[in-house]
Nanobody, 126 residues
Framework: QVQLVESGGGLVQAGGSLRLSCVAS????????MGWFRQVPGREREFVAA????????YYIDSVKGRFTISRDNAKNTVYLQMNSLKPEDTGGYYC???????????????????WGQGTQVTVSS
């Protein structure tokens, strides 16, 4: 079955950087769009960014544009989220997700993705 494993979270001061990774297995990675979501307790899981199967199409929510960069390496079955200029409001559990599609990415919701990782915690202190 599909397995997604995130890593790279941690505690960082505001203004710092982190790079999240998500390694996928059990799927033909190059036929899947990949997304990153985040969630804090008591709130719905929020879409953050997505990248198309080949990396040519990317989408970011407004609050992370210019600070976060999503990328992928299909040879390594891995998607990344480089997070710079982190803010306390970026704190949360970060989850990667896979969507079987060859279409361009857009602002997708949680129901658009069929496979999820267990998440990695990001905490940004002020």
């Amino acid at each position: 079955q599909v397995q997604l494993v995130e890593s790279g979270g941690g505690l960082v001061q505001a203004g710092g950087s982190l790079r999240l990774s998500c390694v996928a297995s059990g799927l033909t990675f190059s036929t899947y769009a990949m997304g990153w979501f985040r969630q804090v307790p008591g709130r719905e899981r929020e879409f953050v960014a997505a990248i198309s199967w080949g990396g040519g199409s990317k989408y970011y929510i407004d609050s992370v544009k210019g600070r976060f960069t999503i990328s992928r390496d299909n040879a390594k079955n891995t998607v990344y989220l480089q997070m710079n200029s982190l803010k306390p409001e970026d704190t949360g559990g970060y989850y990667c997700a896979a969507k079987f599609t060859l279409k361009s990415v857009r602002n997708w919701g949680t129901s658009d993705f069929g496979s999820w990782g267990q998440g990695t915690q990001v905490t940004v202190s002020s």
